[in-house]
């Protein structure tokens, strides 16, 4: 399928009079409709939820917006406990599914009323030492170790993955859990990530249904919510196929009548803590063409850097390129698009067949909405750029500003040179 940008040159052209680039930008439109096309493909499950991932887009301005569809948080630390509480959260509205979490970030999840989320049995003692008792509600995330294949294709290796107990260890800790004051019970598992196949999900509802049925016939836990956490990938490349949340909805409704219903447990809520899903195709990272280099390669040097987007560097994930107003030339150059690092795996492209790009070109790299800013870092004293919100009317809204010097230099604000160094 061809990738078209969400905005236009002259749109983007617009935009970049009032932001300079390097900045993301945010897709509000694209945003709403697929939160409502994931919370139609689930409607048929009366306590459906989604806790949106925190970690893969946390703004603040992004996650009102979700939480228009009725989604909470999913969280992981401290820092993202704290920007859900900003935005006013009730008991309930976020899970916290961390892992080696430190005793205080239990604590503080519970004063907000989160579900947690235990990664392993030996957290139980680690809470309840912590809060004094166990919560009413409570959540254990599953690992049942070996490949998650469908097919015969491998998806993933939740053998070698820190993540969750093992089998016998979920049912001791339900036994535990119960004996110390638990009522309602939750299982979660995350054993594939970034799948694009409709049937991960429906696949991984019945792995944890199955376990779900013998834990509650048990161990008597009356388990209340089953979380498919995240792993529902977006198409990065143009050639691969999109997942589609209805089909995908429909496949998980199918499990839940053969499995849970039966069973008795009709009742029991489905819960999606997706990231990607949400936010990766509706944000993109918008840079400028300010090189070219001819050497033994053919280099586009661009004023957005792997600080930005590091997704490349790190996994060599393919982010395509749309050069604006280029579309429909032909690609016939070979280059590879750099950033600024003093480091070789700073690039966006390798050996990418684009369209000739001129100097002051503006380049459109898709698919940078979640795991995208969040993943940012100051290497080489780069700065953290700007997200900006394309919203629903066209007009655009700054929803965090471009870092400046003296963010860089905040934690030296306790030190003399505090004073020789710049303020803003
Ligand atoms: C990262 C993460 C998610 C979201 O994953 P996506 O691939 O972005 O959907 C959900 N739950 C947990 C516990 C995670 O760590």
Redesign the pocket.
Known sequence: MKKTPFVTKKQLEEIVKEYPTPFHLYDEAGIRKNAQALKDAFAWNKGFREYF?V??TPNPFVMNILREYGCGY?C?SLTELMLSEATGVQPRDIMF?SNDTPAEEFAYADKLGAII?LDDITHIDCLEETLGHIPEIISCRYNPGGLFKISNDIMDNPGDAK?GMTTEQIFDAFRILKSKGAKEFGI?A?LA??TVTNEYYPMLAKVLFELAVKLQKETGAHVKFINL?????IPYKPDQEPNDIAVIGEGVRKVYEEVLVPAGMGDVAIYT??????L?PYGGLITKAIHEKHTHKEYIGVDACAANLMRPAIYGAYHHITVMGKENEPCDHMYDVTGSLCENCDKFAVDRMLPKIDMGDLLFIHDAG??GYSMGYNYNGRLRSAEVLLKEDGSTQLIRRAETPADYFATFDCFDIADRLPKK
């Open positions: 991932a970690k893969a999913d992981s599914s989320n993540y979660h995350f990530s970034n956490s995240g792993g529902i990938g803590e997706l990231g990607r899903f949400m990766g979640a795991h």
